[in-house]
């Protein structure tokens, strides 16, 4: 027994309160027993005392033990030692009581909870810690529930990358059948219709899916298409613009007129209204005027100054002349009772009005004050001035026409019987053309004579018909070479000096004329067509509209033309939008005796479009004979740089003259080295920097292609022979072995530095080779002669053209990419009938861009650019006023070569700027029209004016990169 209040025991295994049981108040009880079997244990888990026994003295031990201090974390000696065993030995081993475990039983509940995989009572594991004992505990059970779990993950995520990539492809289809939707509009005139519908194409897909960037390239293309647009809520019916093509002035039927700047497609000031003045009564309308129109507001004619200074519109029984530049009225409206017919002097000096009261009154153009009166015997129905307003003409309901001189006041009765409706003067007053129930007649303003009119051809005569019926409208150029008469939908033009007719008959319901040398025509069935006044040609394609041309205005350098609630403006010479004009060199071919044959004249463009080179056949009258003359063009300036001949044509055995033509041409980047073919069966390579011919290029047969390499190193001829052979440049020295097909070569190409070639061929196929040792890379198979060919400059993707199909190939594993390109073919590709000039043109031309992105056809006088990827066209076709001889794709121009010896720089469509928003508000102001429930809409001018201020605050249009 130990005697109370003594310390028995070993101090390292005693507890604190064992110590201390000389105190009465000492707890020894379970937890002091607690206490020595986990300082046991804890020598058992980390092979360490809990204090040296052997450097530590008993004393010194107990006084660290009273002092409260824990024993070091055994964690620190035995590395691994569960967190579970650890907590249970460190709560064996408190100084306090009250943290210590209170009896052996709580001891061994943790150790039962422990060797359990049970999350243990004295201290609560963190959520990881019972996450792990729960899966020790029922490890089957926790791994079948991670695989159904990690299956469910992955099957999950696999199912929302397969719902992601169902959905761009979705996209990807939706917006690729919206892109062939929206072509198709665009093509048959439909053009803003298709613009919401490539739009809504851009706005289906993500930008970076591939048809994003296609979608923004056509719609930069077509952008380019369509005039500025000038937006109303009403259908328009009548416009006018001014000669410098800086106003416009529009009547919609509703009867109202808006004052526009045409050159940005601006309204300028608030609609012109008509309120009458308070106390005053406007006049009675005319039952020939609109009789729909409000007496107080509605305006039913409009005329516009040729400076675009002064405006004039009468309606609702008032005349109001306006400033052009402010859209504000100038003056008191003018008082004329019963006005039938309004004019403006060029100058706005002078506003000239004629009325039922049977006089013409002058107004003054800067203030409005009346200046002076021109009586006539009857109603004033016609008027018309001069750009001076010097010299007027009038024409009366009764009383024929007169000619005045406003300075001298003195008139000519020009003695026309019956009424005269319709009156225009040139420019210079000189010449005057009269339309009224006597016919038509034209007037010398000098002599005050009238000549009548013969225009039988062109008129239409019913049954019966006695009487020549007038034309439906009359026109004169301002410089008073032409004038125009229209009856029904045919058009005449006639010279003014020998008043014959001049050129064919043109097709249009209205119809302007500027200057002689142009005409527009419309027509109710919707389109819009420009011509060369001097030969009736047509200019161009047609503009498509969706519904009738129902107004038309001509300028010296835009054209105005109304269509159902738009008006838009175009390039008057080039039938182009006003805004996209060309760049065009016109070369000047001077031969050394003065003639040459236009019908054997060949033209081919360097790669880089720098230098043209073509060859001809020159006639020497001295000695009866033709010389072929090849001669080098510097695109630049448009002068000839070099001319070599190459001897007279040889006579033919049976004693027949043979001409020895130039049949195809090919020219370096630099323009120093050329090829050429000649029907003789060979080629030369002519050096023009040391002016030295290579040997004979030989065939068997004729020769009819030829090409070049940009660096002038490898030329490539192709023969009726079934060959093709690759040359130095160089040398002209032969390399490899001719290239073999089944029939003959009808095209080859070769990329930039001359290491692939392409060749098509009458047998149906198209081949790719290396071009430097004469290897066959691919055969292309076609299900008809094979007759144009070209390759892009690195070589990656070909082209074909084989009946009226254009087919992109990849270069580098002979596959179609895309679907093919259609092209109408109305006669054979290939008709050896035709001279050289015209066969190649004739056939058509090819041409990749140099990234391959973008195609280039020709065929005859219309080409055409081609977006690769979707096989949609980029615009609409551009007419050519000659047949397009050859053509190339730069960087930054398509340029063309003619027959017409003239190269033509086109700047390809840029995409339009990458900006959903900007993007939007860009189409919406060019076409009029939006998307509302799912269904196009016109917008009303507010709407579009919103919008067109929305747009500027954004920096301005994104759908036309220039």
């Known amino acids: ?180 939707q929206g072509s198709k509009d665009c093509s048959a005139g439909r053009r803003g219709r298709g613009l919401q519908t ?61 004052l526009w700047d045409a050159r940005n497609a601006r309204p300028i000031g608030e609609p012109l209204t008509h309120a009458a003045p308070k106390g005053v009564a406007p006049s009675a309308p005319q039952e020939n005027w609109y009789d729909q129109a409000p007496p107080e ?24 002349l306006w400033d052009g530049d402010t859209g504000k009225p100038v003056g008191a409206p003018l008082d004329h009772e019963g006005v039938q017919a309004i004019t403006v002097s060029r100058d706005s000096a002078i506003v000239v009005t004629g009325g039922e009261d049977k006089t013409a009154r002058i107004w003054s153009g800067r203030t409005g004050k009346l200046l002076g009166t021109l009586d006539h015997g009857s109603a004033v129905i016609s008027v018309a001035a001069s750009d001076d307003g010097r010299r007027i003409v009038t024409g009366c309901r009764e009383g024929g026409a007169r000619l005045w001189h406003r300075e001298s006041g003195t008139s000519v009765d020009l003695k026309l019987e019956g009424y005269v409706d319709r009156v225009a003067i040139s420019g210079d007053g000189l010449l005057a053309v009269c339309r009224g129930s006597g016919g038509v007649g034209l007037i010398d303003a000098q002599s005050g004579t009238v000549k009548l009119i013969s225009w039988s051809g062109l008129q239409k005569r019913e049954p019966g018909d006695t009487v020549p019926k007038a034309p439906d409208s009359i026109g004169i150029s301002r410089d008073g070479t032409t004038f125009l008469l229209r009856d029904g939908d045919h058009v005449q033009l006639f010279d003014a000096k020998s008043q014959k007719p001049r050129g064919t ?65 175009w390039d008057a010479r080039e039938a182009r939008p006003a805004s996209a004009p060309d760049d065009i060199r016109r070369m000047q071919l001077k031969t050394q005796y ?26 020497n009258s001295w000695a009866r004979r033709n010389v072929r003359a090849a001669f080098a063009w510097d695109v630049a300036t448009g002068k000839i740089g070099n001319t070599v001949r190459r001897g007279y044509t040889k006579r033919h055995r049976f004693g027949v003259m043979q001409d020895q033509r130039f049949v195809a041409v090919g020219v370096s980047d630099d323009g120093q080295t050329v090829i050429f073919s000649e029907e003789n069966w060979t080629a030369w390579i002519w050096n023009i920097k040391a002016g030295k011919w290579s040997p004979q290029l030989k065939h068997r047969e004729h020769i009819g292609v030829v090409a070049i390499s940009r660096d002038g190193s490898v030329a490539i001829t192709g023969s009726h022979d079934a060959t093709a052979k690759a040359w130095k440049g160089s040398t002209g020295e032969q390399i490899g072995k001719p290239w073999k097909h089944g029939g003959p070569v009808l095209a080859v190409a070769i990329n930039a530095d001359g290491s692939r070639a392409i060749t098509g061929s009458s047998d149906g196929t198209a081949r790719i080779w290396e071009a430097r040792t004469g290897k066959a890379l691919f055969e292309l198979k076609h299900l008809r ?113 003619d027959l017409g010896l003239q190269v033509v720089r086109r700047a390809p469509p840029r995409p339009a700027r990458d900006d959903p928003k900007r993007l939007r508000l860009s189409i919406e102001t060019r076409t009029g029209l939006h998307w509302k429930e799912g269904l196009i809409a016109r917008l009303t001018h507010a709407e579009w004016w919103s919008r067109r201020r929305a747009l500027d605050r954004l920096g301005g249009p994104c759908d036309v990169v220039r």
């Open 1 to 180: 027994m130990t005697e109370a209040g003594r310390t028995f025991g070993t101090p390292a295994y005693m507890s604190p309160e064992q110590i201390r049981a000389a105190d009465l108040e000492a707890e020894v009880g379970p937890a002091t027993d607690v206490y020595a079997l986990c300082a046991t244990y804890y020598e058992l888990f980390t092979n360490t005392r809990l204090y040296d026994h052997d450097t530590e003295n008993m004393e010194t031990i107990k006084t660290l033990k009273l002092a409260g201090q824990r024993p070091v974390k055994p964690q620190l000696s035995a590395k691994g030692l569960p967190w579970e065993l650890e907590t249970i030995l460190m709560g064996g081993l408190e100084p306090d009581l009250g943290d210590r475990y209170r009896a052996m039983e709580d001891l061994k509940r943790d150790i039962d909870h422990y060797l359990a995989d049970e999350p243990i009572e004295y201290r609560r594991p963190s959520l990881w810690r019972r996450a792990r004992l729960g899966y020790r505990r029922n490890r089957t059970v926790a791994n079948l529930v991670g695989v159904f779990l990690l299956v469910a993950v992955a099957g999950t995520t696999f199912y929302i990358v397969q719902i992601t990539e169902s959905e761009k492809r979705t996209a990807h289809e939706l917006a690729a059948a919206r892109i062939e």
């Open 198 to 258: 490539l739009l809504r194409a851009y706005q289906t897909v993500d930008t970076d899916d591939p048809i994003s960037g296609s979608a923004r390239r056509l719609i930069g293309a077509w952008s380019r298409s369509i005039g500025l647009p000038l937006v109303h809520d009403d259908t328009v019916v009548a416009v006018a613009i001014s000669q410098d093509g800086g106003r416009a002035l529009c009547l919609t039927a509703s009867h109202r007129a808006r």
């Open 297 to 320: 507001t509605g305006v039913r004619s409009i005329v516009l100054s040729g400076n675009g200074k002064r405006a004039v519109t009468h309606g609702g029984g008032w005349t109001r």
């Open 505 to 569: 008959r043109m097709r249009g319901t209205l119809a302007a004329i500027a200057d002689g040398a142009f005409v527009v025509t419309g027509s109710e069935d919707g389109d819009a067509r420009f011509w060369d006044g001097s030969t009736g040609r047509q200019l161009g394609v047609p503009i498509v509209y969706q519904r009738a041309v129902r107004a038309i205005a001509i300028s010296a350098g835009t054209v105005a033309i109304g269509e159902d609630n738009l008006v838009r403006l």
């Open 594 to 619: 003065g003639r040459y044959n236009p019908g054997s004249l060949v033209v081919a463009l360097s790669a880089n479009g720098a230098h043209a080179i073509g060859g001809v056949l020159e006639w």
């Open 785 to 897: 002669a094979v007759v144009r060919v070209g390759i892009s400059a690195d070589g990656t993707r070909a082209v074909t053209r084989s009946g009226p199909e254009v087919q992109v190939w990849n270069a580098r594993t002979g596959r179609p990419e895309g679907r093919p390109h259609h092209h109408p073919v109305r006669h054979s590709e290939y008709n050896p009938r035709l001279p050289p000039a015209k066969q190649k043109a004739f056939g058509g031309v090819v041409a990749l861009s140099p990234d391959g992105a973008t195609l280039f056809t020709a065929r005859q006088k219309y080409y055409r650019l081609w977006d690769v990827a979707t096989g949609e066209p980029l615009g609409p076709s551009v007419g050519s006023s000659y047949w397009v001889a050859d053509l190339v794709v730069t960087a930054d121009h398509a340029i063309s070569a």
